[in-house]
């Protein structure tokens, strides 16, 4: 399987996007550089189709100097973009598809209508069905190794996504930033929304590996915890 990385930016109180979902970017200057310096060690970055539809992403490397770090790191100069829509129901006018510099790939599931998998495909260079009602995301994964070469990848979210992959054990190391707001709400997405695990003795188990202040936001690192 390809390691697997998560990097997310949240409130005080835990929330990666107000209730209404109007306000998703919080985070500082140096929390969007971190995130690009992240994907400068990705072969291949990964998002739902929420978090590329809501916003102006294109999920690519960014500016000159992080291309350069790219390389430096013995990466292609651009990386992979994967997209996970499990009804097909992803914009063909989303941004992330007016820039043709390295492929996109769109994960979904055989709940796609016919009409959406055309759409799709008209626009995505491969479009993978992984799963009838859910994705399988350990079969994805494998996919993506074997056939695109992925190594490291790089999940963005939201929510939903971020839920799966930590169910199905395929998060290794968990980049957190902590912001400076509160934004509340009983609705507002977290890092970690969906099914979620139903006891504690299943919950995903990790592990401290570092803390650095920048500001008033705080950058943690998690690593997986392998203990029984």
């Known amino acids: ?45 990964l998002a739902g189709a929420r978090t590329v539809d809501s916003a102006p992403v294109n999920l690519g490397p960014g500016p000159v100097r992080f291309r350069k770090l790219r390389r430096q790191n013995g990466l292609a100069e651009y990386n992979l973009r994967v997209v996970v829509s499990g009804n097909g129901s992803l914009s063909p006018q989303a941004e992330v598809f007016r820039h ?33 009602r859910e994705i399988d995301f350990r079969e994805a994964f494998a996919w993506l190794r074997e056939e695109w070469g ?37 609705t507002a997405p977290t890092i970690a929304d969906g099914t979620g695990f139903g006891h504690l003795t299943r919950a995903f188990a990790l592990q401290f590996e570092s803390l650095r202040r920048s500001g008033d936001e705080a950058f943690l690192v998690f690593s997986r915890s392998h203990r029984d």
């Open 100 to 132: 043709r510099f390295s492929p996109v790939l769109v994960l979904t599931t055989e709940r796609a209508s016919p009409a959406n998998l055309r759409r799709l495909r008209a626009t995505a260079d491969e479009v993978r069905i992984c799963g009838r």
């Open 150 to 186: 992925v190594k490291r990848l790089l999940c963005e979210g939201g929510g939903g996504l971020n839920d799966a992959l930590f169910r199905a054990g395929l998060i290794d190391e968990l980049h957190l930033t902590i912001c400076p707001q509160i934004f509340g709400g009983r």
């Open 1 to 45: 399987m390809p390691f697997g990385l998560a990097n997310l930016a949240m409130t005080a109180d835990g929330k990666i996007a107000t209730a209404n979902r109007a306000v998703s970017s919080f985070g500082s200057a140096r929390d969007h550089e971190h995130l690009l310096e992240l994907r400068a060690t990705a072969d291949a970055v």
